[in-house]
């Protein structure tokens, strides 16, 4: 590709991809998202590009390798366009059938659409699955059209348009005010204004302007189950490169960097690979087409921990130090990364810039609610039909979310609570389904925006144990350089172990209650500052699951393996040794014929003969905190049947 | 700085910008508890000890790390701060033991259950080396604890004890990171770092290692800032409080940091390194730890002996001096040769020097500072008093490894690093201090005056063009430049140093805690006080003492020492090397310590050290530092001048009645010696021709090459392990685990060569003998050159003149 060296060649540059481009010719997408690649896109691609080329239909049908479409629990997805037919869960052994029917007849696969779980209705184009049709999919919608690896492909549909009008049409000061007017928050949890975090940083360069400054992009995403800027990052780069050069251009810096972290592969090759093509071109660089504006970028490997994402720490270790935060003040926008002005953004709020640049802050202002503006993206994970990641507007309510997009609970089962925010956000019970998502209202019920983590539980979790599961997350991610952070939660997840062994008292709870106080208030950043959370919101939405766990022992929703146990009813057991065969602890008595007794002392509530015992029989059950009558020792069928 | 108003608990405070919340609240004595600030660090915000209530200010910032704004109103005393202190502490003490610390009946049972602490594992206070002494424990006792509900959990970490100096046991850490970040931030060592994460967190060395396997420095800075007892210091571990801390000098190299020595029952406890002197809190392994082991050791000569039948016998002090004072007096004549330490006061120095010349009527005083430099090396150019304190830009290190030779000097030039300004390293050997520097030139032994040329734009040094270039570059656009060189200068001919242009002053860093005091106060054969030649030294001090004075130049330690011929009287009161036993007709030992060489002596007199008495020292910086006697002198010791003076007044002299160390000062002041201390007041170049011994100061190293592919260049480091007669290797186990004598380094690319792995045993091969060594190799050793440290015997026979030369060509046969 030529190098860009004035404003007017990156018109004339999209002009001739365009052109090169037949319209008729027919694309196959095929989404190569992370998750996309565990279901084996990438030998699916390989194989369509060797039929296409087998068939003769190079010149016909072009193959696009694209990023993630959000709807990962459909994998691989294949949209044929320009019709937009979408394809779900497709396999090797598809793609003659497709070739065949769909590429050269314009017929549809019935088998490879996507059915609606209820309806059981048939759905040929992506814009109609009811999973994308309540979505507003500004930032991410993109990523099913392009191939990551190609800079040509953003150009194409107006990528670097937004870096055109800032440097050709706008001062510093006027993108700020566009941001600062858009609304836009920052997406890494804590919700700071954006364009007033500019402002501040840009006044810290110039009151020292031989200083310098660096801007930051912050994908050391941590939060289990939470993908959406590494999607962002591996499936539009150009989006957050385009977006950081804006920040550069506003702020007044010549530097950036990208911190990734390292379990993210594919985002580093991907964002590098673009990092390259826009140096290239001239869109990173010197004198950034011919504006005279300087700005290159630099990716940085993350150092493997949680706590990296908090954003001293990320100074620290992109300085080559231990990822450990420090106090605030001074902000990083005073001494950041080398004790110079930084300003960090996340993933997303980079890739929302160049958006609100090209459409406007009144087209953006639009969008979300009084204080939350635009759209978020969403990773939807835990019991729910539709996985994946979703972008909706703000002020969206969850129920939305959960049974709209998401497509309801699995099987059948009742919602229970849905945790926002990451490890560190609370449980909000279905009281607050109809809650409008935004800043501030998941902080009201005492939980958090967060990167936007979103899992979804069903009547069987127990809360105690989500408590306990978040809080060892933290704990063991804790950096434990401050007291609270290091020994409070560590103090805190013993204590909710020992209610989940059922070793739990009533006392318990209030002195989790002071911890959580003195964590939460005490901790010196927002790993320990909101890690109480889970605990908190269960403890007040949740309370009688704690209390049966304490009093009764009992753990209602039949998790907590110190609490259950296996029982098998003596009036359903037709001595078939299937269970007593699959124990692995030979817990088990019994024989052929016999009712089957459990030894509750050799028991590892493994649930093996829960699983195995027929269906029609069902005769092993899995109770909690009660007491079941039976036979001690193995007894013929036919004698406890007479017995009775 | 910038006044501004702030308000705690309501009070009004004026302070000052760019403080934090806690210093101003210390600044008006508002107790904030804190266990992880330390005044020196930078602030950590790790014990959340020292969380406040800032109006407008969300959460509850910490006050050592929050900066004080105009108008701030800060509330550090309320009942939620209270509490919320109290559990973090709580939290805090659940890793660490706190039975005494809660314990209802602490404060009686610390009256009279002191001595149960010798146990392996600390459970309690009373347990513990740092009983009394714990931040920890006044932390407590601060926010008051009475209870802890929640169940305690001991770490279970080995103690590790095989360290020298100092233990660690790390179940009593608190993770303040002190030690840390002061080995980081301040020492530049990086030896301990931070562990594993989350609750597992801990502070070790890498993988694990000991102390001895990393390069620590033993420079007990991490005990100091330890505020429990985590870390502690092994001699004083069960001697418990102090009675008392008095602040004072130590002597052991140049610098003279200031220490506070820790005093109990009249016994030195410890020294620890003084915060308000120059060297700022920090100090070197010998400052440390080693001065209790030179103080109480248990071969110290406290009383005076005279051989009887070739035994030596404890007499009375008053009987041996009387029996010197009329030994003495038949010896009277340059044939009488006194040696001292450029380890004493200069008084002590003073007084010798004129019992010498006023009572022995000799020349032949001399200090073993003799064998390494010439006096006139030390006055050379331009210097400047007080050099810690000026702005220098630049600082150019040469010929000396600052790390090895003063450890204190690189923290100070890492400081000036951190402050923006330049530092060029010139050295053969690599360590992390020069990797720190903006440049380092790793240039090969001798070539060090070569490379002075060079930056002086005399000659190219066509190996290091750019390197070179660039400090030059420095020196004309920084302007301000401190030339900071070592020994291995002085072992060069040394002319350009007079010739450096204006911007450049000097800091010659020599061994010997009062080398300089010692030359300027005429300790050698050719010098009267005052740098005065012969002639003008009689004419001045005859006239000032009242006195006929000799005229000759007398015998200097380098004859003595060389000499077999037996001279009539020598007075031994500083460090000789043996190269024969010394001979002479009547031998006086005056010292510290029972060494080979006082076995020999016909008398032996107990004399002080530096703790136990009063006395002047100018260090390298060019200060008169006053040191005070701390502990009472051991024994029947007695200072030197004391000493000295005695024997004068024995013999019938006059002028020699002093009560004090002061009326010696004022005696040197009013000579008008001291006015010399500016060095660029004397013109030494016009001096110089009027010398003999100038003549035969090495003019270059041999050339800086091997000969032939199986020669080396054995290049003796410089040896400043002492302290007059006593011989901190010879005599201190601890250190003989870090400072190997035996040991020569050298390039693993050689050992291959010479087929030798580590700890190999070599037979070094030189002209004048034969000396053994264990190898180690070390790949910051140039090639074709080997390392040792000096074995003065073999330098003195292979050198013709003094000073001797430090680098030999030898041959390496495996033992």
């Not at chain 2, 010896?331 to 006023?358: M, T, V, W």
Request: glycine share 8%; proline share 5%; with cysteine.
């Amino acid at each position: 590709m030529v190098r860009i060296n004035n404003f007017n060649d990156l018109e004339r540059i999209r002009k001739n991809i365009l052109e090169k481009r037949v319209l008729e010719k027919i694309t196959i997408t095929i989404c190569n998202g992370t998750g996309c690649q565990a279901y084996g896109c990438q030998r699916l691609t390989e194989h369509f590009l060797a039929k296409i080329n087998q068939n003769g239909l190079k010149e016909k049908v072009e193959i696009r390798k694209t990023g993630c479409h959000g709807f990962c629990e459909r994998g691989p997805i294949v949209v044929i366009q320009p019709e937009g037919i979408f394809y779900q869960r497709v396999k090797i052994e598809d793609i003659d059938e497709i070739i065949e029917k769909t590429v050269e007849h314009k017929m549809v696969i019935d088998r490879l659409l996507y059915e609606e779980p209820i309806t059981g209705k048939k759905i040929i184009k992506e814009k109609e699955v009811p999973f994308y049709k309540k979505q507003l999919r500004i930032v991410f919608g993109k990523n099913g059209l392009i191939d990551p690896t190609s800079i040509e492909d953003y150009i194409a549909i107006g990528g670097y348009e937004a870096l055109l009008k800032v440097l050709r049409d706008m001062k510093a000061e006027e993108v700020i005010d566009e941001i600062k007017r858009s609304g836009l928050r920052g997406r890494g949890g804590a919700g700071f204004l954006t364009g007033l975090k500019w402002e501040i940083t840009r006044k810290n360069i110039s009151s020292n302007p031989s200083l310098g400054g660096y801007i930051v992009c912050n994908c050391d995403e941590g939060d289990p189950g939470a993908y959406m800027d590494r999607s962002l990052l591996e499936g539009n780069p150009h989006l957050v490169i385009e977006g950081m050069a804006i920040g550069a251009y506003a702020i007044g810096v010549n530097k950036g960097f990208i911190y990734v972290r390292n379990e993210y592969p594919l985002a580093v090759k991907n964002a590098s690979i673009a990092i390259d093509q826009a140096r290239e071109v001239g869109l990173l660089g010197e004198d950034i087409m011919g504006s005279g504006f300087n700005f290159d970028l630099t990716i940085v490997r993350g150092a493997g921990a949680f706590v990296s994402g908090e954003e001293t720490a990320l100074i620290a270790s992109i300085e080559g130090r231990r990822a450990s935060p420090r106090p605030r003040p001074p902000y990083p926008a005073e001494q950041g990364l080398w004790a110079k002005p930084t300003n960090i953004n996340n993933v997303e709020t980079w890739a929302n810039v160049p958006i609100i640049i090209s459409n406007g802050s009144d087209w953006y202002k639009n969008i979300g609610t009084e204080t939350s503006k635009g759209t978020k993206i969403f990773s939807l994970v835990g019991k729910i039909n539709n996985t994946g990641l979703v972008e909706v507007p703000m002020g969206i309510t969850l129920r939305e979310i959960i049974f709209d997009i998401g497509g309801g609970i699995p099987r059948g089962k009742k919602f229970k609570a849905v945790q926002t925010g990451g490890p560190s956000g609370g449980c909000i019970p279905k009281e607050f389904l109809d809650l409008p998502v935004d800043f501030e209202k998941l902080t009201e019920v005492g939980s958090m925006m967060g990167s936007g983590g979103m899992i979804v539980m069903d009547e069987d979790t127990c809360m105690v144990d989500v408590a306990r599961y978040f809080l060892h997350f933290t704990q063991e991610e804790s950096c434990g350089k401050c007291v609270p952070c290091r020994i409070g939660i560590r103090q805190m997840e013993k204590i909710l172990r020992e209610i989940t062994e059922g070793k739990g008292t009533l006392k318990d709870l209030q002195t989790l209650e002071t911890l959580a106080y003195t964590v939460k208030n005490g901790s010196l950043c927002g790993l320990g500052q909101t890690a109480p959370n889970p605990v908190l919101t269960t403890l007040q939405y949740f309370r009688e699951e704690y209390e049966a766990h304490i009093k009764e022992k009992r753990c209602p929703a039949l998790v907590c393996k110190g609490l259950i146990n296996y029982f098998i009813e003596p009036e359903k057991c037709v001595g078939c040794l299937l269970c007593l065969k699959n124990c692995p602890s030979e817990a088990i008595l019994g024989g052929y014929k016999m009712i089957h007794v459990i030894v509750q002392e050799k028991c590892l509530k493994c649930g093996a003969c829960l699983e195995v015992c027929p269906k029609k029989v069902s005769a092993v059950v899995k109770i909690s905190g009660e007491k079941r009558e039976g036979p001690k020792e193995p007894i013929l069928v036919d004698e406890w049947r007479r017995k009775r | 700085m910038k006044k501004i108003k702030i308000k705690i608990n309501g009070q009004e405070i004026i302070t000052e910008k760019g403080k934090t919340v806690l210093e101003a609240a210390q600044q008006v004595g508002i107790y904030i508890p804190t266990l992880c600030y330390y005044s020196s660090l930078k602030p950590h915000g790790g014990c959340r000890l020292c969380l406040v209530q800032i109006k407008e200010m969300k959460g509850f910032p910490v006050a050592c790390a929050t900066p004080v704004e105009e108008g701030m109103e800060i509330i550090t005393d309320s009942e939620e701060i209270k509490s919320l202190r109290k559990e973090i502490l709580k939290l805090l003490l659940t890793e660490h033991p706190s039975a005494c610390l809660i314990c209802a009946e602490r404060k009686s049972c610390q009256a009279y259950q002191k001595c149960i602490r010798k146990t392996g594992i600390t459970t309690g206070c009373r347990f513990c080396p740092r009983d009394g002494q714990c931040q920890l424990q006044k932390v407590v006792e601060e926010i008051g604890l009475d209870e802890i509900e929640l169940p305690s959990n001991y770490r279970f970490f080995p103690i590790e004890e095989e360290d020298p100096f100092f233990g660690r046991d790390y179940n009593l850490c608190v993770l303040c990171e002190r030690c840390v970040r002061v080995c980081h931030d301040i020492r530049g060592a990086g030896v301990l770092s931070v562990y594993f994460r989350g609750s597992e967190v801990r502070v070790g060395t890498p993988l694990g290692l000991s102390h001895l396997e990393t390069n620590c420095q033993f420079c007990g800075a991490c005990v100091d800032v330890c505020p429990t007892g985590a870390l502690y210091e092994k001699q004083s571990q069960w001697l418990g409080v102090p009675q008392k801390s008095e602040e004072s000098i130590c002597v052991l190299c140049g610098l003279g940091c200031a220490m506070d020595y820790k005093v109990k029952e009249e016994k030195l406890v410890n020294s620890i390194p003084s915060a308000k002197g120059f060297n700022e809190g920090q100090a070197c392994v010998k400052g440390r730890f080693l001065i209790p082991y030179i103080v109480n050791n248990r071969k110290r000569i406290v009383e005076a002996y005279l051989k009887i039948d070739g035994k030596h016998k404890p007499v009375n002090l008053n009987e041996a001096l009387d029996y010197v004072a009329q030994k003495l007096s038949q010896k009277r004549g340059q044939n009488f040769c006194l040696i001292l330490s450029p380890y004493l006061s200069n008084e002590d120095l003073y007084i010798g020097q004129k019992f010498a010349r006023k009572v022995m009527r000799s020349n032949s005083i001399d200090t073993i500072s003799s064998l390494f430099y010439h006096p006139f090396q030390l006055i050379e150019g331009k210097r400047e008093e007080n050099i810690f304190h000026k702005d220098y830009e630049f600082f150019i290190v040469l010929g000396l490894s600052p790390l090895e030779m003063s450890p204190v000097l690189s923290i100070f030039l890492r400081k000036k690093m951190k402050e923006g300004k330049k530092v060029a390293v010139v050295s053969p050997i690599n360590s992390f201090f020069s990797d720190e520097a903006d440049i380092f030139v790793p240039i090969k032994p001798g070539q060090e005056n070569e490379f002075l040329s060079s930056i002086l734009g005399y000659s190219d040094f066509s190996q290091f063009k750019k390197e070179t270039r660039e400090i030059r570059d420095l020196i004309n656009s920084k302007g301000r430049t401190l030339l900071i060189y070592g020994n291995e200068i002085f072992q060069n001919k040394f002319d350009k140093l007079t010739d450096l242009p204006k911007e450049i002053d000097l800091l010659p860093v020599t061994l010997g805690g009062n080398t300089y005091g010692a030359f300027l106060l005429g300790c050698h054969p050719e010098i009267y006080p005052g740098f005065l030649d012969l002639e003008e030294g009689v004419k001045k001090f005859s006239y000032l003492w009242n006195s006929e004075l000799p005229s000759l130049p007398g015998q200097g330690i380098f004859k003595v020492a060389k000499n077999s011929e037996k001279i009539g009287a020598l007075y031994l009161c500083g460090e000789f090397p043996e190269l024969h036993p010394p001979r002479a007709e009547f031998i006086i030992y005056q010292g510290i310590i029972h060494t080979p060489i006082s076995a020999i002596a016909d008398v032996i007199l107990p004399a002080t050290t530096f703790i136990e008495t009063e006395g002047t020292y100018i260090n390298l910086d060019g200060i008169i530092q006053k040191g005070i006697s701390v502990t009472k002198p051991k024994g029947e010791a007695k200072p030197d001048w004391w000493i000295f003076s005695e024997i004068a007044k024995r013999m019938g002299e006059e002028g020699f009645d002093y009560q004090s160390p002061s009326d010696i000062f004022k005696e040197i002041k009013e000579a008008g010696l001291l006015s010399f201390l500016k060095i660029g007041n004397l013109n030494s170049k016009t001096k110089k021709t009027k010398f003999a011994s100038i003549e035969s100061i090495p003019t270059s190293a041999q050339s800086s090459s091997p000969i032939d592919e199986n020669s080396f260049r054995l290049v003796f480091r410089p040896f400043h392990w002492s302290y007059r007669d006593f011989f901190l290797v010879d005599e201190i186990r601890e250190l003989r685990r870090i400072i190997k004598p035996d040991n020569i380094y050298l390039n693993p690319n050689d050992a291959a060569k010479l087929g030798l792995s580590n700890g190999s045993q070599v037979n070094v091969l030189t002209q004048n003998g034969v000396i053994q060594r264990k190898t180690i190799i070390n790949d910051n050793i140039p090639e074709g050159f080997v390392y040792s440290f000096p074995d003065l015997p073999l330098l003195l026979s292979a050198s013709l003149s003094s000073p001797i030369e430090f680098i030999l060509n030898v041959q390496i046969k495996r033992g």
